[in-house]
């Protein structure tokens, strides 16, 4: 079964992470990773040879591990060839250690605290219950294009100060470079150009007549005390807008089938909404959006799970597979509400990375998911589980449509 990469001695997957097998039943691969195979050279999406990493603590010790780069400087000619932004774009939390990580990120930090992001609340909720009522009538729904899809482009738009009549352009952009079509490959590569231009003009408009949002506040603090390139304020708004968008479309989508799957996990949360925080929890645990964290390249030569990764090769850190650990989680692949915290999951990150806008998304994916069971109590799967459509993707793990009826 076992192929060998390059004389290393380990057993080794008999598909690259975009093999069927994988897409389709990823969980099932993932426990034998970790009971097989644990740290293991693959081919990565993009072709290059990668380390997928898919135990719980070798995972969460990377997360935290400053070894670990995440700037692609630190990547050895040629083994990395990740999807290419351009300079506007690129000088982003995702691409940066301290100090310029420490220093950009604090600029924005103080939008997402807990206590300001609940003072969105009420108008999450406004959001979620309008969308819901243009397609209450109708008995059915696509439920990412009518619901999950448009909430968070509505909230981060909102957050942002960008207008009302750049939101559907705002979104068609996001999802040619979430989901490129394979007939039209330059689709993705001109909205890129198009999201560079319109951020640009957007943030010379807002420099001339500031607003009561981020992307404003963003612009007096680069102008007041030059902390920020005007590179990094192009791409820092790039990030919450693109990340903002992306995770909490597919926490949505996923955790709605999660549990359409369970009804009576769904019972138990719409008789008692006080569950819903751990269900949050429970649900990003379960299914998350982001099954890859972001790809990272070791400084030095460095020991993951007692095995030598080279320095600057690419290691992915497999937080789908580490979520469902049963070192780690007692019936991993059982939802369970009354687990602590979700056990500890790793969907938001772990150490400096940890997701910056991880209490929106929580509050986002609360209001949703308890919006939708409160107003549409019979809600049911509107085609066969096995015809649901999913991103071709291992990195991000998402529904394509999510047809229901109610």
Same mark, same amino acid.
């Given at each position: 079964?076992?192929?060998?990469?390059?004389?290393?001695?380990?057993?080794?997957?008999?598909?690259?992470?975009?093999?069927? %097998?994988?897409?389709?039943?990823?969980?099932?691969?993932?426990?034998?990773?970790?009971?097989?195979?644990?740290?293991?050279?693959?081919?990565?999406?993009?072709?290059?040879?990668?380390?997928?990493?898919?135990?719980?603590?070798?995972?969460?010790?990377?997360?935290?591990?400053?070894?670990?780069?995440?700037?692609?400087?630190?990547?050895?000619?040629?083994?990395?060839?990740?999807?290419?932004?351009?300079?506007?774009?690129?000088?982003?939390?995702?691409?940066?250690?301290?100090?310029?990580?420490?220093?950009?990120?604090?600029?924005?930090?103080?939008?997402?605290?807990?206590?300001?992001?609940?003072?969105?609340?009420?108008?999450?909720?406004?959001?979620?219950?309008?969308?819901?009522?243009?397609?209450?009538?109708?008995?059915?729904?696509?439920?990412?294009?009518?619901?999950?899809?448009?909430?968070?482009?509505?909230?981060?738009?909102?957050?942002?100060?960008?207008?009302?009549?750049?939101? %559907?352009?705002?979104?068609?952009?996001?999802?040619?470079?979430?989901?490129?079509?394979?007939?039209?490959?330059?689709?993705?590569?001109?909205?890129?150009?198009?999201?560079?231009?319109?951020?640009?003009?957007?943030?010379?408009?807002?420099?001339?007549?500031?607003?009561?949002?981020?992307?404003?506040?963003?612009?007096?603090?680069?102008?007041?005390?030059?902390?920020?390139?005007?590179?990094?304020?192009?791409?820092?708004?790039?990030?919450?807008?693109?990340?903002?968008?992306?995770?909490?479309?597919?926490?949505?989508?996923?955790?709605?089938?999660?549990?359409?799957?369970?009804?009576?996990?769904?019972?138990?949360?719409?008789?008692?909404?006080?569950?819903?925080?751990?269900?949050?929890?429970?649900?990003?645990?379960?299914?998350?959006?982001?099954?890859?964290?972001?790809?990272?390249?070791?400084?030095?030569?460095?020991?993951?799970?007692?095995?030598?990764?080279?320095?600057?090769?690419?290691?992915?850190?497999?937080?789908?597979?580490?979520?469902?650990?049963?070192?780690?989680?007692?019936?991993?692949?059982?939802?369970?509400?009354?687990?602590?915290?979700?056990?500890?999951?790793?969907?938001?990150?772990?150490?400096?990375?940890?997701?910056?806008?991880?209490?929106?998304?929580?509050?986002?994916?609360?209001?949703?998911?308890?919006?939708?069971?409160?107003?549409?109590?019979?809600?049911?799967?509107?085609?066969?589980?096995?015809?649901?459509?999913?991103?071709?993707?291992?990195?991000? %793990?998402?529904?394509?449509?999510?047809?229901?009826?109610?």
């Amino acid at each position: 079964m076992a192929a060998t990469y390059r004389g290393i001695g380990l057993w080794a997957m008999p598909y690259t992470v975009d093999d069927a %097998r994988l897409l389709a039943d990823p969980y099932a691969v993932y426990a034998e990773l970790r009971e097989q195979a644990p740290v293991q050279r693959i081919t990565g999406p993009d072709g290059a040879p990668a380390w997928l990493v898919t135990r719980y603590d070798d995972v969460k010790q990377a997360l935290a591990d400053p070894r670990l780069s995440l700037d692609k400087r630190h990547a050895l000619p040629g083994n990395y060839r990740g999807f290419s932004l351009p300079p506007a774009l690129d000088a982003n939390l995702l691409n940066m250690d301290p100090p310029d990580h420490t220093r950009v990120r604090r600029l924005v930090s103080k939008a997402f605290t807990a206590r300001r992001v609940e003072a969105l609340r009420e108008p999450v909720q406004r959001v979620a219950d309008s969308l819901l009522d243009a397609v209450e009538g109708q008995g059915r729904a696509e439920l990412i294009a009518d619901y999950a899809g448009p909430l968070p482009i509505i909230v981060i738009c909102d957050l942002l100060g960008v207008p009302q009549e750049a939101r %559907r352009d705002f979104r068609a952009w996001t999802d040619a470079m979430l989901l490129p079509d394979p007939t039209r490959p330059e689709r993705a590569k001109e909205a890129v150009g198009s999201m560079v231009r319109f951020y640009v003009e957007l943030i010379r408009r807002k420099r001339e007549q500031p607003g009561d949002d981020l992307l404003s506040a963003m612009i007096a603090a680069r102008d007041e005390g030059d902390r920020l390139t005007e590179d990094e304020l192009t791409s820092l708004a790039f990030l919450i807008h693109f990340a903002g968008y992306e995770n909490v479309v597919h926490l949505i989508g996923n955790a709605t089938v999660a549990l359409l799957d369970d009804p009576k996990r769904a019972r138990a949360l719409r008789e008692d909404p006080s569950l819903m925080p751990a269900a949050v929890e429970e649900l990003a645990r379960f299914d998350p959006p982001g099954a890859l964290a972001i790809r990272r390249f070791p400084l030095e030569d460095l020991e993951i799970g007692g095995v030598t990764v080279p320095a600057g090769e690419t290691v992915m850190l497999c937080i789908a597979s580490a979520n469902r650990d049963p070192a780690r989680v007692h019936d991993p692949d059982r939802l369970d509400f009354e687990r602590a915290g979700g056990a500890g999951h790793l969907s938001l990150g772990h150490g400096i990375h940890y997701c910056l806008g991880a209490p929106l998304a929580r509050l986002e994916t609360a209001v949703a998911l308890g919006t939708l069971l409160r107003r549409f109590p019979d809600l049911a799967l509107g085609v066969p589980r096995d015809e649901l459509r999913r991103r071709p993707s291992i990195r991000a %793990r998402g529904l394509i449509e999510l047809p229901v009826t109610f």
